[in-house]
């Protein structure tokens, strides 16, 4: 049985050659002699050179040590799992002892997260994991809707590797909402999601769309119980993947949009709930 959704309906190189002249014997000979005072000048060049331990050489990075991205990229790995959630307060002392970096470094990947729409920073005060307002939530689905139908389409050129982790990654989904280990769930529903505009073939896309894909997880705070959030996706899911990779591309792109459309529903009424509690 096809699942069902209340909501309303919405559709949907050039190549380049270089080409070189063969040297005349004279130009061969010119060059050779050019090449020997190449080599004199950069052999006088490294004796006068400072030692590489000196003031006229950099200091050796330390290779060792996270920079601010990949600091940040793990924090917001941690937001989309779940186990960073909204409104969580971020210590920078104890965040900078947790990765081994200086607090500048640490204070430079908190940026990072901040423009990624996955931190709210207040002067001289700790530093939130963001909780995304009803505005916000709008606009993560209208970029999910735009994305993930532009996935759909390019699906048409995707390699049978692309639509393989696509069903692999759906069907590894199973087990999990079987054992109702929720958190788990969400987290692979929304690599499944991933999935799809990977069918793009665009890293840069992919970068991009990671940080939505944190940013909607944040909103299943407003979820006390995470299994009626998740428990209903796994048949959408899965009957999604299958209009994909049959080429019914106009039924997948249709069937999302409802898909999207409950989705966003059900967060924006569980927002207002918070804010207008039922008497």
């Known amino acids: 049985m096809v699942p069902a959704f209340a909501g309303t309906q919405t559709e949907g190189r050039c190549s380049m050659t ?5 040297p005349s014997a004279v130009d061969a000979g010119h060059t050779g002699d050019a090449r020997r005072r190449e080599g004199t000048e950069a052999a006088d060049a490294r004796t006068e050179a400072p030692d590489a331990t000196g003031a006229g050489a950099p200091a050796p990075r ?3 040590k996270p920079t601010a991205e990949i600091v940040a990229m793990r924090l ?4 989309t ?6 409104g969580t307060s971020l ?3 104890r965040l900078a002892q947790r990765f081994d970096v200086s607090r500048n470094t640490l204070r430079g990947a908190l940026r990072q997260l901040q423009y990624m729409g996955l931190v709210t920073l207040v002067s001289n005060k700790s530093a939130t994991v963001a909780m995304p307002d009803e505005d916000k939530v709008h606009d993560i689905y209208r970029v999910r809707r735009v994305l993930e139908k532009a996935g759909i389409e390019a699906s048409v050129n995707a390699p049978r590797e692309r639509l393989r982790r696509l069903r692999d990654s759906v069907d590894a989904s199973r087990s999990l909402h079987d054992a109702q280990r929720w958190r788990q ?3 692979a529903s929304l690599m499944f999601h991933h999935e799809i505009v990977a069918l793009i073939d665009s890293p840069l896309l992919d970068q991009y769309f990671a940080n939505i894909l944190a940013q909607t997880r944040l909103v299943f705070a407003n979820f006390a119980d995470q299994g009626e959030l998740q428990e209903r996706w796994l048949e959408p899911d899965q009957h999604i993947a299958g209009l994909i990779i049959s080429g019914k591309r106009a039924e997948a792109c249709a069937y999302l949009s409802q898909y999207l459309d409950e989705s966003e529903a059900m967060v924006i009424d ?4 918070k804010v207008f509690p039922a008497a």
């Open 91 to 93: 210590k920078e002392i």
């Open 62 to 64: 330390d290779t060792a």
């Open 18 to 22: 270089k080409w070189t002249e063969e």
């Open 81 to 86: 799992t779940g186990e960073l959630t909204a």
């Open 76 to 79: 917001r790995e941690e937001i």
């Open 270 to 273: 569980s927002i207002r709930q």
């Open 185 to 187: 769930y969400g987290t």
